[in-house]
């Protein structure tokens, strides 16, 4: 089984006749992803031909597009200054699943469109993230089709994209469920705690892997609920062992701010609940071999 995404979910890429989303629609269809329109107002009524005379409409809006296709999930390319638009629209469409890859959008429009999920039926991945696959199902985002691991066993949640790359190569011949980048940015939708919720919940999910950063307090939270939630094992890595107070480190949600927000409190948190914690993702990948061994 799969969470959120799988062989049968129907794809729109809002932004798919730009630059940036033609080039990770062609990704997404060389990993089997059923992409089944674009969404473009000034392109409407249009297509785009990708390799393998791959032909793939384009449509005015997301209501439609699913009109039309039957879609149940959207990824968004669309550039920063016009994010919060096309957000809100997907989501007043009522797509069950709004994938935001996009970065730099700015917090505020973050919070809208956040509270705006919030009230609807529409989970929010992301912003800023590297989307989800689904291994030998289902690709939504920006992962490359030649890292996608095995199918298998494992449910993988992170906040960083080229971490959630590395861990699917570290573990790619035991294999992924489903792998779940939710974004580095200081307001998301999806958190760890929504994804673990469904590998807890999903029968084929036998053991996760949590990747956080230093920032926030997300990784407490998530630690308060696996201790009181989460039968399976999970181990974590945090990166920022080393980041020094007040500098952000590549995503604008990862700056510690005195005691708040360290590796070394989320490790300490994340430990007290009965997770595994590696200094290096080798080491996290090592401690899931060693607890998927026994």
Same mark, same amino acid.
Do not use: W
């Given at each position: 089984?799969?969470?959120?995404?799988?062989?049968? !979910?129907?794809?729109?890429?809002?932004?798919?006749?730009?630059?940036?989303?033609?080039?990770?629609?062609?990704?997404?269809?060389?990993? /089997?992803?059923?992409?089944?329109?674009?969404? @473009?107002?000034?392109?409407?009524? !249009?297509?785009?031909?990708?390799? @393998?005379?791959?032909?793939?409409?384009?449509?005015? *809006?997301?209501?439609?597009?699913?009109?039309?296709?039957?879609?149940?999930?959207?990824?968004?390319?669309?550039?920063? $200054?016009?994010?919060?638009? &096309?957000?809100?629209?997907?989501?007043?469409?009522?797509?069950?699943?709004?994938?935001?890859?996009?970065?730099?959008?700015?917090?505020?429009?973050? &919070?809208?469109?956040?509270?705006?999920?919030?009230?609807?039926?529409?989970?929010?991945?992301?912003?800023?993230?590297?989307?989800?696959? *689904?291994?030998?199902?289902?690709?939504?985002?920006?992962?490359?089709?030649?890292?996608?691991? @095995?199918?298998?066993?494992? %449910?993988?949640? *992170?906040? !960083?994209?080229?971490?959630?790359?590395?861990?699917?190569?570290?573990? !790619?011949?035991?294999?992924?469920?489903?792998?779940?980048?939710?974004?580095?940015?200081?307001?998301? /939708?999806?958190?760890?705690? /929504?994804?673990?919720?469904?590998?807890?919940?999903?029968?084929?999910?036998?053991?996760?892997?949590?990747?956080?950063?230093? %920032? %926030?307090?997300?990784?407490?939270?998530? $630690?308060?609920?696996?201790?009181?939630?989460?039968?399976?094992?999970?181990?974590?890595?945090? &990166?920022?062992?080393?980041?020094?107070?007040?500098?952000?480190?590549?995503?604008?949600? &990862?700056?510690? *701010?005195?005691?708040?927000?360290?590796?070394?409190?989320?490790?300490?948190?994340?430990?007290?609940?009965?997770?595994?914690?590696?200094?290096?993702?080798?080491?996290?990948?090592?401690?899931?071999?060693?607890?998927?061994?026994?």
């Amino acid at each position: 089984m799969a969470i959120f995404l799988n062989e049968n !979910s129907k794809i729109i890429v809002q932004g798919m006749t730009g630059s940036e989303g033609q080039k990770h629609t062609q990704r997404m269809l060389n990993s /089997g992803s059923n992409i089944v329109g674009g969404v @473009n107002p000034k392109r409407a009524g !249009s297509s785009v031909t990708f390799d @393998n005379d791959v032909t793939i409409p384009v449509f005015g *809006s997301v209501r439609e597009a699913m009109r039309a296709t039957g879609a149940d999930t959207t990824v968004i390319f669309v550039p920063a $200054a016009f994010t919060k638009d &096309a957000v809100e629209e997907a989501i007043r469409a009522e797509i069950p699943l709004c994938i935001v890859i996009t970065e730099g959008i700015p917090v505020k429009d973050t &919070a809208e469109f956040h509270a705006l999920a919030k009230e609807s039926g529409t989970r929010l991945i992301g912003p800023n993230c590297p989307g989800i696959i *689904s291994p030998g199902k289902s690709n939504a985002g920006i992962i490359p089709a030649e890292t996608a691991p @095995n199918p298998g066993r494992i %449910g993988l949640v *992170s906040k !960083s994209g080229t971490l959630t790359y590395q861990m699917m190569y570290e573990l !790619s011949d035991i294999g992924f469920s489903t792998c779940v980048g939710i974004g580095g940015d200081p307001i998301i /939708g999806t958190t760890h705690i /929504g994804v673990i919720e469904q590998f807890q919940n999903d029968p084929d999910t036998e053991a996760i892997i949590m990747i956080g950063e230093i %920032g %926030g307090d997300a990784e407490e939270h998530a $630690a308060a609920y696996i201790k009181e939630h989460v039968t399976k094992p999970v181990v974590a890595y945090i &990166a920022g062992f080393t980041a020094p107070e007040g500098k952000t480190m590549g995503h604008a949600g &990862a700056i510690v *701010s005195g005691s708040a927000g360290t590796a070394a409190g989320k490790q300490v948190a994340l430990e007290a609940a009965g997770v595994k914690v590696g200094k290096t993702p080798s080491q996290a990948a090592a401690l899931m071999r060693e607890l998927l061994a026994q």
